[in-house]
């Protein structure tokens, strides 16, 4: 198997700019993770996916964030507009959780850079 | 709601010496466990879970993990470290009944030879 699909691997834009990021799931999976990665909050878990259908965008940090999985083999994260502080590592993963295992697959991350 | 706390931002070690990274997380009823890893410039992997049973997990490349309930621990462990162990480590948690995997800030290692 491919493993997680994420592209782009690096993205530099200007403020203002909208960005979408893309992920592809690894076949099967039925659950699909957005997160962020900064130096000084971690992994933070920005929405997730079951089925197509989100079920928890609580980590969406404002409405300049929008993610959608039309299809159970892409899923996009959109940022309208960019801010500076919006500049991260996004991971997407996915998982086939079974009796909860939750053990997540990752993708090598799209490396965002707002000016 | 699930949280992981890891106190260690940033642990600097020599080759051959030993390893623990703590991990706390806080949740009301039964959890799985995970540690993943990051090495420089890749995508996170796992490194070892605990689902039930022997709290004493081993994973890959010589790391164990030890669940302590009445702690709320499960902290990671390497007798010697090797300068290839360079890389960042996520405590993780899974509350059951629930779907979210929520990490920790992570810890970043560097070990030299």
């Known amino acids: 198997d491919a493993g997680v699909i994420q592209s782009p691997r690096h993205e530099v834009t200007e403020m203002g700019q909208e960005v979408t990021l893309r992920c592809k799931p690894i076949?099967?999976?039925?659950?699909l993770f957005w997160y962020r990665q900064t130096m000084m909050r971690g992994l933070e878990l920005l929405i997730y996916f079951n089925n197509n259908v989100p079920i928890d965008d609580s980590g969406m940090p404002e409405d300049r964030f929008s993610a959608k999985m039309p299809n159970a083999s892409f899923s996009t994260l959109k940022i309208q507009p960019s801010e500076p502080r919006d500049s991260a590592v996004y991971f997407c993963a996915s998982s086939f959780f079974q009796g909860h295992t939750g053990e997540l697959f990752f993708g090598e991350g799209s490396r965002l850079t707002v000016l | 709601a699930q949280s992981v706390s890891q106190h260690n931002h940033h642990v600097i070690l020599s080759e051959a010496a030993s390893l623990e990274l703590g991990c706390n997380y806080s949740y009301g009823g039964t959890v799985n466990l995970f540690w993943y890893v990051q090495y420089p410039g890749q995508h996170l992997q796992l490194l070892l879970k605990?689902?039930?049973?022997?709290?004493l997990v081993k994973g890959i490349k010589g790391f164990e993990a030890e669940f302590i309930k009445s702690k709320f621990s499960f902290n990671l462990r390497k007798p010697s470290v090797q300068w290839s162990d360079t890389a960042e480590y996520f405590c993780a948690v899974n509350g059951i009944g629930t779907d979210k995997l929520i990490f920790g800030t992570g810890t970043r290692l560097q070990v030299f030879p």
């Open positions: 605990y689902f039930s049973g022997d709290p």
């Open positions: 076949s099967g999976h039925d659950y």
